[in-house]
């Protein structure tokens, strides 16, 4: 299983910024996906998950109303939409993959098994 996660970079605060993350090595449509964020001295953070449905998405409380997250089975990817971003967004995103098809969102990083190398986000203010 792979994750390959991309879209992060420098933006000013208020900006917009769009994370995918391709998957492979499984029946994608199967599983749910989450984004965490980690910033320096601090555990992974919950942003988002959706269900291996599509159907349902959660937010984090930090993130809800200015994050949106979404997927397309056909392409083996699901995305994070940035909006209004803050200097307080900065960090390092992965995205995540729980080790059971079917299985739950969870807002806790250690109910992910597959993670992506990460990507930069950097919010200037």
């Known amino acids: 299983v792979q994750l390959q996660a991309s879209g992060g970079g420098l933006v000013q605060a208020g900006g917009s910024l769009s994370l995918s993350c391709e998957a492979s090595?499984?029946?994608?449509?199967?599983?749910?996906m989450a984004w965490f964020r980690q910033a320096p001295g601090e555990e992974r953070k919950f942003l988002a998950g959706?269900?291996?449905?599509?159907?349902?998405?959660y937010y984090g409380d930090s993130v809800n109303g200015r994050f949106a997250i979404s997927r397309d089975d056909a392409k083996n990817t699901v995305y994070l939409q940035m909006n209004s971003l803050k200097p307080e967004d900065t960090g390092v995103y992965y995205c995540?993959?729980?080790?059971?098809?079917?299985?739950?969102?969870?807002?806790?990083?250690?109910?992910?098994?597959?993670w992506g190398q990460g990507t930069l986000v950097t919010v200037s203010s």
């Open positions: 959706i269900t291996w449905t599509g159907k349902q998405r």
């Open positions: 090595g499984i029946t994608f449509d199967d599983y749910a």
């Open positions: 995540a993959l729980p080790n059971e098809r079917f299985a739950s969102i969870s807002e806790d990083y250690r109910n992910y098994y597959y």
